[in-house]
């Protein structure tokens, strides 16, 4: 599904992206993983152009992706930060984000699912920052893309929204979707990703499951496997 060929990028002085390279099959729950200031990021955004190489190349479904745009109507992508039009209500952004995707959209669901229907006529600056990672969600998940990107998708969840955001993750892979999430919370990585992949200095650590993971470390759970990684690395 992506492939990244010897991906290079520098901000000023700062060479975040080190030669990564990476191929991520299609299908599946993919975990990005890594301390802050790993490159992690900035790989995210070089698969959706938000940010374009200095080096190398970045495929999806066979074609290369670099300097173009058009590849992105078939991305579904979450931001880590829920940034929406504070005088907006919850029903005017799904109807503008609809008519901007001019993609087939099945968000009434959603909307149950997360419990929106009472939220739907409220302003977006007057949410909380739970509600408005509700509508960021539902944003998200309504287009019917191969490639879903989730950065920190659990951020201001309550425990059954949670709950109900692993089961939505879980029913896209069962359509054959393949799913990149980036989060520093180790237990939702440990209980929903297929694969991991550990970024450290800007360069691939680490890619395979957790209990490969696990084994590799002598440890029990993923947070002590990172925690680690990242002691044997700085000793």
């Given at each position: 599904?992506?492939?990244?060929?010897?991906?290079?990028?520098?901000?000023?002085?700062?060479?975040?992206?080190?030669?990564?390279?990476?191929?991520?099959?299609?299908?599946?729950?993919?975990?990005?993983?890594?301390?802050?200031?790993?490159?992690?990021?900035?790989?995210?955004?070089?698969?959706?152009?938000?940010?374009?190489?200095?080096?190398?190349?970045?495929?999806?479904?066979?074609?290369?992706?670099?300097?173009?745009?058009?590849?992105?109507?078939?991305?579904?992508?979450?931001?880590?930060?829920?940034?929406?039009?504070?005088?907006?209500?919850?029903?005017?952004?799904?109807?503008?984000?609809?008519?901007?995707?001019?993609?087939?959209?099945?968000?009434?669901?959603?909307?149950?699912?997360?419990?929106?229907?009472?939220?739907?006529?409220?302003?977006?600056?007057?949410?909380?920052?739970?509600?408005?990672?509700?509508?960021n969600l539902v944003l998200t998940f309504m287009f019917d893309s191969e490639l879903i990107i989730l950065d920190e998708p659990t951020t201001g969840l309550d425990p059954v929204s949670?709950?109900?955001?692993?089961?939505?993750?879980?029913?896209?892979?069962?359509?054959?979707?393949?799913?990149?999430?980036?989060?520093?919370?180790?237990?939702?990585?440990?209980?929903?990703?297929?694969?991991?992949?550990?970024?450290?200095?800007?360069?691939?650590?680490?890619?395979?499951?957790?209990?490969?993971?696990?084994?590799?470390?002598?440890?029990?759970?993923?947070?002590?496997?990172?925690?680690?990684?990242?002691?044997?690395?700085?000793?």
């Amino acid at each position: 599904m992506i492939q990244i060929q010897d991906l290079y990028k520098r901000f000023g002085k700062v060479q975040v992206l080190k030669g990564v390279n990476l191929d991520i099959g299609r299908g599946g729950i993919f975990a990005i993983l890594g301390p802050n200031g790993s490159g992690k990021t900035t790989l995210i955004k070089s698969i959706l152009g938000m940010v374009v190489a200095d080096k190398g190349d970045i495929k999806i479904a066979d074609k290369s992706v670099l300097r173009k745009f058009e590849y992105r109507k078939n991305i579904d992508y979450l931001p880590q930060i829920a940034n929406f039009p504070a005088n907006l209500t919850v029903s005017e952004l799904i109807g503008m984000i609809r008519n901007l995707r001019a993609k087939t959209s099945s968000h009434e669901q959603l909307i149950d699912l997360f419990d929106l229907t009472p939220f739907l006529n409220q302003k977006l600056g007057n949410l909380s920052g739970g509600t408005r990672q509700k509508v960021n969600l539902v944003l998200t998940f309504m287009f019917d893309s191969e490639l879903i990107i989730l950065d920190e998708p659990t951020t201001g969840l309550d425990p059954v929204s949670l709950i109900r955001l692993k089961q939505r993750i879980e029913e896209e892979k069962k359509k054959g979707k393949t799913i990149l999430i980036s989060s520093h919370i180790m237990s939702f990585v440990e209980e929903i990703a297929d694969e991991i992949v550990f970024l450290l200095d800007g360069k691939i650590h680490f890619k395979g499951t957790v209990s490969d993971l696990m084994k590799q470390t002598g440890q029990q759970n993923l947070e002590y496997a990172i925690a680690n990684i990242l002691t044997d690395n700085h000793a």
